[in-house]
């Protein structure tokens, strides 16, 4: 510890970073890098494969989840409209019924060019690009290079060709086999690509149309994708390097499983620990206590952290996120006749879920008053060129007030299957607890526990929920408020309610940090003793802050323990006498702490 005081930070980062990857997964994005680099890759946790003629049906759509999608209920669309004239009492804006009054449409026109610097967005994408040039086989490479000399000699260095194909005519074409992130989201319905989601609303994304196998298989290769493109990782020298999976609450035991397996056994990292988004979150911004607000695109988490240890049973999620509040702006729209006459099917296209949140993350904001803006929208239609629409955009306050109301949201639209699969919630270690272990060379005599006797290590640990509270309906203010209160004691609640850690894409909404700390405010209650809430202001990018805590964490020798081997996972799952256990990131030691503060 006297080596991590007087170290500076960025020469141990250096030196200890060059050989870790960090991996955190989210429902919509997995951000990848190595520890020592300043920000991770942010890719799109999606991969789009081709469909043969004639192979399963055809796959007639596009999206593999498309089957489980529904519409909204009349009860819900009611409710929906019940949570909107709430909120317009808030923000002081025209009811549902006075906005239906008035039904003349707001003026739009068609934008045949114009200059992106004016927009604060541009939510202008083009269809990816699906097919390849058919690599040659090793005869066609060397008649290639023959054909290339003579004509080199015939005609002088001056007319050298600058690529190699344009000599050759009959260039043949295929498609390729599978397109990963953003490009797979791109890619026209029209064309013969299925795209898949491996994780929706925070588990992995297993249904009957889409197996477990399938499942692990595209989070494998999406993975892989990045760490070969992205960071020119081959599989080959993976074996040199370990991996860091910052792993959402959200995730059940059998899932952290899976996450395991894919790293140690497919990827062929030599180690791998797993951490908490929440407590990596706090690692990050440097603090020790805090109340952990994660807003994903599709999931918001809750977790407090007390003195460097994250505390389990303060665990709630919400299954809503930033994706809903682009549906909602697409919904307010349509209300408002704002939208331009196009098909806009975010469940359908990506490409419009592209566009939608593009347009959320630059003109939505929480504020009082009616608000409209000027925005440029966009049509993708398969059989046209790209159109561009010059609109006027209203209420544009009204999405982000559904992470507080969110029957607003309607996030029904993606339901949970129904998964006998997740009710497995013994944990994966038990099968290992009554067998004879194989002892590694650098095991200490006190690590190794022999058969039957790995249960005891853990008689001091707490059980720990398999699946942390969700509630559909609750609000954020008042699910940050049921979190800290559940902490119990008075002093913990008072430092918890202020030091409220707001992280993910949405936390960049203007004007949520002075809406959460007046609801969450008025949502303690009266018998409790806290009259003040605040929330702090990120060090970090709110987007990567949990990477950049899990990358911290992976270099502090105070979490080596919990390391576990490729060769041990491959093996025997984990030697539970040697310290190595996911669920040790709910117990880390609160002295890495001294170095974050020194």
């Known amino acids: 510890m006297d080596y991590f005081k007087t170290v500076v930070p960025s020469q141990l980062i250096n030196e200890r970073g060059s050989n870790l990857v960090v991996i955190n997964p989210g429902s919509a994005n997995v951000r990848i890098g190595f520890a020592n680099q300043q920000v991770p890759f942010n890719v799109p946790n999606c991969i789009a494969r081709h469909v043969k003629n004639g192979s399963n049906d055809g796959l007639k759509r596009s999206v593999q989840d498309q089957m489980l999608n529904k519409q909204a209920t009349p009860v819900q669309e009611l409710d929906r409209e019940k949570a909107y004239d ?24 068609t934008v045949e060019g114009y200059a992106s610097h004016q927009n604060r967005s541009d939510t202008s994408f083009t269809w990816t690009t699906v097919v390849e040039k058919k690599p040659k086989s090793s005869f066609e490479v060397d008649t290639s290079q023959a054909i290339l000399s003579e004509r080199e000699m015939e005609k002088g260095a001056e007319s050298k060709p600058k690529d190699s194909h344009s000599v050759l005519d009959g260039d043949e074409f295929i498609f390729k086999e599978f397109i990963c992130g953003e490009e797979a989201l791109k890619i026209s319905p029209v064309e013969p690509y299925c795209l898949s989601h491996p994780i929706r609303r925070g588990h992995l994304n297993i249904s009957h149309h889409y197996p477990l196998q399938q499942v ?59 951490h908490q988004e929440g407590l990596a ?80 993350e630059s003109y939505c904001q929480i504020r009082e008053g009616e608000f409209d803006a000027v925005a440029i929208v ?92 969700k509630d559909d309906n609750l609000g954020l203010a008042e699910a940050i408020t049921s979190s800290i209160l559940s902490t119990g004691r008075l002093d ?25 700390e007046e609801r969450v405010l008025q949502a303690i209650p009266s018998n409790e003793a806290i009259d003040t809430v605040e929330v702090l202001q990120s060090r970090t990018n709110p987007i990567f802050v949990s990477w950049k805590g899990g990358a911290i964490l992976g270099i502090l020798d105070a979490t080596r323990d919990a390391w576990i081997h490729r060769e041990d996972w491959i ?18 030691q609160a002295q890495a702490m001294c170095y974050l503060n020194s």
């Open 378 to 469: 966009h049509s993708f239609d398969e059989t046209r060129s790209v159109g561009s629409h010059k609109t006027r955009l209203s209420a544009l306050n009204v999405p982000p007030m559904g992470l507080f109301y969110p029957t607003l949201l309607v996030t029904e639209e993606y339901p949970q299957p129904s998964r006998p699969w997740f009710n497995d919630y013994e944990d994966m270690l038990e099968d290992t607890w009554h067998m004879e272990l194989s002892r590694r060379p650098d095991m200490a005599d006190n690590l190794y526990l022999g058969a039957n006797n790995g249960l005891n290590m853990w008689d001091s640990y707490p059980v720990i929920p398999s699946r942390p509270k």
């Open 86 to 109: 709430t909120i317009a009492s808030v923000l002081k804006i025209p009811y549902l019924d006075e906005v239906a009054s008035n039904s003349v449409p707001r003026k739009m026109g």
């Open 492 to 516: 913990l609640k008072r430092k918890l309610f202020c030091s409220i850690q707001l992280i993910g894409g949405v936390s960049l909404t203007s004007g949520l940090v002075v809406a959460v």
């Open 216 to 274: 692990v298989q595209d989070l494998h290769d999406i993975w892989d994708w990045v760490l070969t493109q992205k960071l020119h990782l081959p599989p080959r020298d993976r074996n040199l390097y370990a991996a860091i999976i910052v792993l959402p609450e959200s995730f059940d035991n059998r899932e952290i499983k899976e996450m395991l397996s894919i790293v140690l056994g497919e990827l062929n990292f030599s180690m791998a620990v797993v």
């Open 571 to 588: 093996k025997n799952g984990v030697h539970p006498g040697s310290g190595r256990k996911y669920k040790d990131s709910f117990y880390l």
């Open 281 to 360: 979150a706090a690692f990050g911004n440097g603090l020790s206590t805090a109340c952990v607000v994660n807003i994903g695109a599709q999931v918001t988490s809750i977790i407090c952290i007390e003195d460097g240890v994250a505390l389990p049973t303060t665990v709630i999620t919400l299954p809503y996120g930033g994706e809903d509040i682009s549906r909602c702006l697409l919904w307010v729209q349509h209300y408002y006749q704002t939208w331009p006459p196009i098909q806009t099917n975010p469940l359908a296209k990506p490409i419009d879920m592209l566009m939608l949140n593009k347009i959320k």
